[in-house]
Every structure is written in C-alpha cells, then in structure tokens.
C-alpha cells in the first residue's frame, strides 16, 4: 500500500458528462500530481501542485481541471466528457524538497469508461 | 524535452533466472533523476528503484538493481532470481528538475515481463 488513496476505483459514465476524481496523498507530502494512462497514449503527465498551488502543468485538456485544498486532497475534474478520455487516471504524492528524491508514490487509480 | 525509450515491448524469463529491462533517456539537463516503476496486471503502480544523475554508484533495492552508464544514456534495471510474481509491466521514467518547481514524470513505452515457471 503506497499511502495514497484514489476514490473511486472505478466510474462509469456518458459522453458530455462530468466527473470528479479524488485523491489523498501520503501523510506528509505536500506535492500532488495526477497522470492519465491511456492505451494509445501511455502515461501522461497532466498537472502538479504544491501545497495548495499549481506548480506545472502537462497535456491538460481545457476541459479538465484540477485544484488542491488546505487539507492537501486534491480533485481532478473532467467536464464534456468524450469517449477518448476513457483512461487510468493516477494520483502521485511526493515529499518537497529541492534535493530530495522527490520519489511519486501512485495511488491505485481510477479508471474511468466513457460509454 | 524529455525523452525515455524502451525498446523492449515484451520479454520472457525463466523463473529463477536473471533478466535485464532496457531503458534509454534523453535529456540536456546536468541534474536528473530516473526510476523504474512496476505495474501488475491489478493496474496499481509501485515503485522500484531511483538513481539520481549525480549517483556514483548503481542503485540496488533487494533484487533490483539500475545499471547506470550516464554516457551512454541508459538506466537499465536488473531483476535477479525472476519470481512468478514479477510478471508485470515495466515502466522506466524520469523527473524534470526545473527551477519552476515542476517535478513531472516523463515516462517510457513499458516493457511486458512475463515469468515462466
């Protein structure tokens, strides 16, 4: 058990619909990042934050967005969903810290099917 | 940008047996860092083994190990004495290190081990 949890497993929905992901990190980290996983497009960086901040951001649809709360859970939202968002989304934590190793440690992820 | 090659899309090992997965990267930055990730069939992704740019010598983790040769670009991860559990996907990566903060994992294609008895 990596210490990060994702809720729920698994979501089933329509197209145009929306969806909100969940996530809490690892006691501790304050960097959270989510990443997509797909079949034609592997493992995707989609965004990071800081302690409550956005600090990069990957191939990110405009649909998508993302935010992290005081408590450091954070939530990936999709909205207009389409049948190409159908992927493994995964959370990760990490320790900050300019010379740590920063190591992302993944949740189990939530896989989402867009029928 | 950030580039990982893994040229190996699926392998095959006796169990018992020593198996190497390959990984090239990338970069123009001094200060990185790569890791191996494994992905069982239940989809969770767990972490392996890190080795930083500025490591002298290889990272080793139980049975894993990185085999480092920072001129040549690779990161291959060894897996000694292959267990029936070891059968999963196999993904190398490597961290962004920008002064921005951003801290991204880029990843590469992965590699299918299989294990046989």
């Known amino acids: 058990d990596s210490g990060v949890t994702q809720t729920p497993k698994h979501l089933i929905t329509a197209t145009g619909q929306r969806v909100t992901l969940r996530c809490s990190p690892r006691?501790?980290?304050?960097?959270v990042y989510w990443y997509q996983q797909s079949l034609d497009q592997g493992l995707q960086f989609l965004i990071q934050?800081?302690?409550?901040?956005?600090?990069a951001k990957g191939n990110i649809l405009e649909r998508f967005s993302a935010q992290q709360f005081p408590d450091l859970h954070s939530e990936l939202n999709l909205s207009s969903l389409e049948l190409g968002d159908s992927a493994l989304y995964f959370c990760?934590?990490?320790?900050?810290?300019?010379?740590?190793?920063?190591?992302?440690?993944f949740g189990a992820g939530t896989r989402l099917s867009v029928l | 940008a950030q580039k990982i090659t893994q040229t190996q899309p699926g392998m095959f090992v006796q169990e018992k047996e020593a198996v190497t997965l390959d990984c090239t990267y990338d970069t123009s930055d001094q200060s990185y860092g790569l890791f191996w990730y494994k992905q069982p069939s239940s989809g969770e992704m767990i972490f392996l083994i890190y080795q930083g740019s500025y490591d002298e010598q290889n990272a080793t983790e139980g049975r894993y190990s990185l085999n480092f040769q920072k001129a040549r670009k690779s990161a291959n991860l060894v897996i000694s004495a292959s267990q029936l559990g070891d059968s999963a996907m196999y993904f190398c990566a490597m961290r962004d290190v920008m002064d921005t903060g951003r801290r991204a994992l880029t990843f590469g294609s992965g590699t299918r081990l299989q294990v046989q008895p």
């Open positions: 006691s501790g980290d304050l960097s």
């Open positions: 934050y800081y302690n409550g901040e956005e600090r």
């Open positions: 990760a934590s990490s320790v900050a810290g300019e010379l740590a190793k920063n190591i992302q440690y």
